[in-house]
C-alpha cells in the first residue's frame, strides 16, 4: 500500500461517497465510519479505525484492521500507519514499515488498554 492522499467515508445512510480530512476523521473520538482507502493498483480497501497513537514528540500514528482481504494480512491483524504530509500539507498515511516503531506502536496501544482498563476497575470499586 502506498501513501493515501484522500480519505473517503462512506455515509450509512446513503450510498455516496464522501470526501473528508484525514486528520478529522482520525481524530473524531465519535467516529464509527469505517475508513475507504486506496492501494497502489486503485482498489478500495475498506478499514476500521482501532485507535490514534502519538508517538515520540511530534509523531502520530493510527492502527487500522482492514476489513477488506488483504493479502499477507491475517483477519485477526491490524497495520500501523504513519500520519504524514504531501507536498502540498495534506495529511496522508503512510504504512509504517519500519518493524520496531510498529512494534512500539503496537506496545503503546496495550498501555494505553491497560491504563484504561485499571481506571475502569478503579472507579467501579469506588462506587461500591
Given amino acids: 500500500m502506498s501513501a493515501v492522499k484522500k480519505n473517503d467515508v462512506k455515509k450509512q445512510e446513503e ?8 486528520l478529522d476523521v482520525l481524530l473524531d473520538e465519535n467516529n464509527t465510519a469505517p475508513i475507504y482507502m486506496y492501494d ?14 502519538p508517538y515520540g514528540e511530534d509523531d502520530l500514528y493510527c492502527i487500522l484492521k482492514p476489513l ?20 502540498n500539507g495534506e495529511a496522508i498515511l503512510r504504512v509504517e514499515d519500519r518493524e520496531e516503531i510498529a512494534i ?25
Avoid: H, M, P
Avoid at 475498506?46 to 490514534?52: C, L, M, T
Avoid at 477488506?68 to 507536498?87: L, P, Q, W, Y
Fill in 15 to 22: 450510498e455516496e461517497i464522501v470526501k473528508v480530512d484525514l
Fill in 40 to 53: 497502489e493498483s486503485g482498489k478500495q480497501l475498506k478499514f476500521e479505525q482501532v485507535a490514534v497513537i
Fill in 68 to 87: 477488506t482481504k488483504i493479502d499477507g494480512i491475517a483477519d485477526d491483524e491490524a497495520v500501523v500507519f504513519r500520519v504524514d504530509e504531501d507536498d
Fill in 104 to 128: 512500539s506502536v503496537f506496545d503503546q496501544y496495550y498501555n494505553l488498554i491497560e491504563e484504561s482498563e485499571g481506571e475502569k476497575a478503579k472507579n467501579k470499586k469506588n462506587k461500591k
